[in-house]
T-cell receptor
Framework: QQPVQSPQAVILREGEDAVINCSSSKALYSVHWYRQKHGEAPVFLMILLKGGEQKGHEKISASFNEKKQQSSLYLTASQLSYSGTYFC??????????FGQGTTLQVKP | EAQVTQNPRYLITVTGKKLTVTCSQN?????MSWYRQDPGLGLRQIYYSMNVEVTDKGDVPEGYKVSRKEKRNFPLILESPSPNQTSLYFCASSPTGLAGARYNEQFFGPGTRLTVL
């Protein structure tokens, strides 16, 4: 079952902050975050695992609430380069990585 | 250069004409996967493979076939394409099997834009 992302779209000014949420109805082993710019392939941002371990870019922060099966991606002091579509992907006890529908972020000057 | 390559990058075909989209990675990754991307639906997994000769269905496998005869290659086969398979397709790979898939990033290929008329 596809995780649900919110909001669907965000428009920011440079320097503003944003939070993107990802919620799953299934028990998760890990949550993955990717960013995709228009016409390009998704690029890895971060992985959050049960137990609190994280792996990813230093400038990106995220959280994973195992009990609620929810994850949030925090984008602080946004830059123009942050624009794109953000996807969360969830992995349960199989090898299926199921992505959410995406959140489109537009950062304006 | 470590990468995932896909061919072709663009393909226009007609209904029913069998086609294969190739995917190759040079990183010795065990896990490989195919996704399709459609507006408003995000990335949906078609098939994945934990290792050579091991493949499993993703969320939208109908109308597709895959094979994993060697570690580096994971072709996507459309035996009888239909217009509803018009989409952007991505191949991806990750270092190791199930544990690795949970823990490691997926490296995506550049994508193949398929149009079925």
């Amino acid at each position: 079952q596809q995780p649900v992302q919110s909001p669907q779209a965000v428009i920011l000014r440079e320097g503003e902050d944003a939070v993107i949420n990802c919620s799953s109805s299934k028990a998760l082993y890990s949550v993955h975050w990717y960013r995709q710019k228009h016409g390009e392939a998704p690029v890895f941002l971060m992985i959050l695992l049960k137990g609190g371990e994280q792996k990813g870019h230093e400038k990106i922060s995220a959280s994973f609430n195992e009990k609620k099966q929810q994850s949030s991606l925090y984008l602080t002091a946004s830059q123009l380069s942050y624009s794109g579509t953000y996807f969360c992907g969830t992995l349960g006890n199989t090898g299926k990585l199921i992505f959410g529908q995406g959140t489109t972020l537009q950062v304006k000057p | 250069e470590a990468q995932v390559t896909q061919n072709p990058r663009y393909l226009i075909t007609v209904t029913g004409k069998k086609l294969t989209v190739t995917c190759s990675q040079n990183m010795n990754h065990e896990y490989m996967s195919w996704y399709r991307q459609d507006p408003g639906l995000g990335l949906r997994q078609i098939y994945y493979s934990m290792n050579v000769e091991v493949t499993d269905k993703g969320d939208v496998p109908e109308g597709y076939k895959v094979s994993r005869k060697e570690k580096r290659n994971f072709p996507l086969i459309l035996e009888s394409p239909s217009p509803n398979q018009t989409s952007l397709y991505f191949c991806a790979s990750s270092p190791t099997g199930l544990a690795g898939a949970r823990y490691n990033e997926q490296f995506f290929g550049p994508g193949t834009r398929l149009t079925v008329l």
